[in-house]
């Protein structure tokens, strides 16, 4: 069994950069081999953990759906289903300490729905092998929703340090609720905080119902990185948005 971390929260609020350092964490802890998935398609987590993408599974996708429909002689004569999880191998990057695998375009309306069903199913079994798997999660709540085999262990919802952004978290929890998605843990975390608003909001959220683990501050090695396109991961230990999340994990006591 694989402890399933997801991230969620509205665009822009940190999703990526912290699902980059959970990454780092669970590696630097020796958690094992880790599976990074980045279902996001305008992320870019492999920038954040420093790695080059070759190919996605979208890409995968199309490019299948093009030998199945083309009639095209299928390598080895593979079914459609031998296709599908032969290509989502293909599409594994591997890191030092972790793979990652970059779903890319989103799953497009109705036509796909076979070839996305496979997929879905082959991208779980690929997850199992993994002791941790961290999904960055698009925006929305769509890719969890589709997940049919297996359960969520820790969602983290990041908002930004706003009313406004814990209002949103507060949506996304009810989304949850409506969604029926079978989370067994879910945590908020207020980032990019600066001065004493951060415990403000950390009372609003709790008010609302929410669970917080923690706040991480507006950090301006994160935005030099950025500039100079310096992956996240590589981060320096005394960097304090670095420390916010170790701390926070270590509090969370992943098992
Ligand atoms: N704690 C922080 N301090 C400073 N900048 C941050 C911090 N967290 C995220 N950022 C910056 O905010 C922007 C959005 O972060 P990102 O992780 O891409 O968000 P998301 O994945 O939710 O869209 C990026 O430019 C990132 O470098
Ligand atoms: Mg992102």
Redesign the pocket.
């Given at each position: 069994m694989s402890y399933l971390i997801a991230l969620a929260?509205k665009?822009?609020?940190?999703?990526?950069?912290?699902a980059g350092l959970t990454i780092r964490y669970l590696k630097e802890k020796r958690r094992g081999p880790i599976l990074a998935v980045d279902a996001d398609s305008n992320?870019c987590l492999n920038e954040a953990l420093g790695v080059d993408v070759h190919t996605t599974v979208g890409a995968l996708r199309e490019s299948s759906l093009e030998t199945i429909r083309s009639g095209t002689d299928r390598p080895g004569g593979m079914s459609m289903e031998e296709l599908f999880e032969y290509q989502i191998h293909q599409a594994l990057i591997e890191a030092e300490g972790f793979d990652l695998l970059v779903m890319g375009r989103p799953e497009g309306p109705g036509c796909y729905c076979a070839a996305n069903n496979i997929i879905r199913k082959y991208t779980d079994m690929l997850s199992e092998k993994y002791p941790y798997v961290v999904i960055?999660n698009e925006a929305g709540m769509e890719h969890l929703s589709r997940r049919t085999t297996h359960r969520v262990n820790l969602l983290i919802m990041?908002s930004d340090p706003t009313v406004k952004g814990v209002k949103t978290a507060k949506r996304i929890d009810e989304l949850i609720d409506e969604l029926k998605l079978d989370i067994e843990r879910r945590v908020l975390i207020i980032?990019?905080v600066m001065g004493e608003e951060g415990e403000r909001l950390r009372d609003l959220a709790e008010q609302l119902g929410l669970h917080v683990a923690g706040l991480?501050?507006?950090?301006g090695t994160?935005?030099e990185y950025?500039m100079i396109g310096k992956p996240i991961f590589e981060l320096p230990e005394e960097s304090p948005?670095l420390q916010s999340i170790y701390s926070i994990l270590d509090g969370l006591q992943i098992p």
């Open positions: 929260g665009g822009g609020t940190g999703k990526t950069s912290i992320a960055d990041v980032n990019r991480i501050p507006q950090d994160i935005f950025d948005a």
